[in-house]
């Protein structure tokens, strides 16, 4: 099956058996208990909730099915997964290699829960480059945490180099595929071990569903981490598994357009006199861009741009679009904008912003599946405003 039958089919294979309702789409199981005819198995493989549950596991199936991993797993946030992914693999005293321009939760979680209260040590390091991945490289190292593109500056790393390089210590490399959706990039053929999303942003892509998952081949890390998710508990509900399942279904048309209009609308801020700089990885002026076109099969719709001006004309400018709504998140079929030092990365520290190049001003954009020339216009709204 190619990505787009899989996308729909997996998982939700009709019950054709005597019995089988033959449903289409997925029931919500509610059920927290199952019933069993004997004390010593399970009659229809099902315990509890928390341990499985038939939408959860349809779910898991299909987020396996679309990295083109054996193991799936369902969270009910993005660092829910990652919460769950640190305590199965880390204990205090290791140490852990990360890109120092990730998701700012995710910063703050290895930084001040895991680093601060289970003495986990933390690198952050330019990933950009692959030799700064592997000089931070200490004996007791037990993960390496990447994400790419990053959020909000797109900047890329290489993940078949890093993996390389992670396998000679037999490090676990775990990449955060939330930008690109399973759409345009797979991490584990590349060599990464653990893939990783907040499929609150694409995966469900439509703003109302808060859930995380977890892919991988390796079946001893697979059982770890299974383990961790039924200890630990941090399970995606059935109802947020159908919506996840549901909105899968158009993940590969939502990406087509999302791209098709982050091109055009990265092209009209490129050529627009009161911008400073676009970073977009489809822009063959990003300077990653042949890293881009070999790693990933598509840009997605995720870019970032400086106005020329200060904070104050940023924030006239954020205010003044219509279409786009002013707000946190990404990945949903509405488009949506915000400035990253005042909202999703105020958490990060004003010298940890600078470290990594990013300004007070920059805008980030989400670019929605609306019609291209509307957004476009809604844009032009904002630059006669400011
Ligand atoms: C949103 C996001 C997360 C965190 O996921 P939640 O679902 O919000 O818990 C992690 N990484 C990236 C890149 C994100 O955008």
Redesign the pocket.
């Known amino acids: 099956m190619k990505f787009e039958t899989k996308a729909i089919h997996v998982g939700e294979e009709p019950n054709l058996k005597p019995g089988g309702s033959g449903d289409v789409a997925q029931p919500i199981h509610l059920a927290t208990t199952f019933a069993r005819e004997k004390v010593d198995h399970p009659t229809g493989g099902y315990e509890y909730i928390r341990s499985g549950n038939p939408t959860r596991n349809a779910l898991e199936k299909r987020f396996a099915a679309l990295e083109s991993a054996e193991y799936g797993l369902a969270f009910t946030?993005?660092?829910?997964a990652?919460t769950t992914l640190f305590l199965s693999l880390l204990q205090s005293g290791d140490h852990v290699v990360a890109f120092d321009d990730l998701?700012g939760?995710?910063r703050r979680l290895l930084d001040r829960v895991f680093q601060k209260n289970f003495s986990v040590s933390v690198s952050f390091v330019d990933a950009r480059n692959p030799l700064n991945v592997k000089n931070a490289i200490r004996p007791e190292t037990r993960l390496i945490w990447l994400?790419t593109p990053t959020?909000p500056l797109m900047k890329l790393c290489d993940i078949r180099a890093i993996s390389d390089i992670a396998r000679e210590s037999k490090i676990p490399v775990t990449v955060?595929n939330?930008?690109m959706s399973s759409y345009f990039q797979n991490p584990l053929p590349l060599g990464a071990d653990i893939v990783f999303h907040?499929?609150?942003?694409y995966m469900n892509g439509h703003s109302d569903s808060?859930?995380?998952a977890v892919m991988l081949n390796d079946d001893s890390l697979y059982q770890k981490i299974k383990f961790t998710q039924n200890a630990a508990g941090a399970v995606l509900s059935p109802f947020d598994s159908y919506l996840v399942l549901r909105g899968l279904k158009t993940l590969a048309v939502r990406m087509k357009q999302h791209q098709e209009n982050s091109i055009q609308i990265a092209e009209f801020l490129n050529d627009h006199p009161g911008v400073r700089q676009v970073n977009y990885p489809g822009l063959s002026s990003h300077p990653q861009h042949q890293l881009a076109r070999t790693q990933m099969s598509g840009f997605g719709g995720m870019l970032s741009f400086e106005l020329d001006g200060d904070i104050d004309r940023a924030k006239k400018f954020v205010e003044s679009t219509r279409y786009f709504a002013l707000a946190e998140?990404?990945?949903g079929v509405e488009s949506l904008i915000e400035v990253p030092s005042l909202m999703t990365h105020s958490s990060v520290s004003p010298e940890d912003r600078r470290n990594i190049g990013l300004s007070d001003s920059l805008i980030r954009l989400s670019v929605g599946i609306e019609n291209a020339a509307d957004l476009i216009e809604d844009l032009e709204r904002a630059f006669k405003k400011i």
Request: charged letters at 15%; hydrophobic letters at 20%; proline letters at 0%.
């Open positions: 946030s993005g660092l829910a990652e998701y939760g995710s994400e959020n955060d939330t930008f907040s499929t609150t942003k808060l859930g995380g998140s990404l990945g």
